[in-house]
């Protein structure tokens, strides 16, 4: 089992920036991809952005350049660096990661949440 724990939300004004953190628990799992999503009320989860083990990163085209993702493996860690927020950026955020079993077999695995809201 993997265990992700959010960190950084908050309420910021339109322009400002926040730092998500998101740590998962030390265990036997291997952590492969860690990844962002966002709800925002009366809409579907979307995507936010992605990193593989590998530091490949891949972006929603609504945040590219402003949004950057990054990971520390070493503390099993995967942050979201969000400058230029705005409003339409408001949204719970979570965390994601595919884990590898020691038998070999991926699971996916998701945190509790963080609110962000970005006021005009």
């Known amino acids: 089992q993997v265990q992700l724990v959010e960190s950084g939300g908050g309420l910021v004004q339109a322009g400002g920036s926040l730092t998500l953190s998101c740590a998962a628990s030390r265990s036997t799992f291997s952590i492969n991809t860690m990844g962002w999503y966002r709800q925002a009320p009366g809409k579907q989860r979307e995507l936010v952005a992605i990193?593989?083990?590998?530091?490949?990163?891949n972006y929603a085209d609504s945040v590219k350049g402003r949004f950057t993702i990054s990971r520390d493996n070493a503390k099993e860690t995967v942050y979201l660096l969000m400058n230029s927020l705005k409003p339409e950026d408001t949204a719970v955020y979570y965390c994601?990661?595919?884990?590898?079993?020691?038998?070999?077999?991926?699971?996916?695995?998701w945190g509790q949440g963080t609110q962000v809201t970005v006021s005009s």
């Open positions: 994601k990661t595919i884990a590898r079993s020691p038998y070999g077999l991926t699971f996916q695995y």
């Open positions: 990193i593989s083990s590998s530091n490949t990163t």
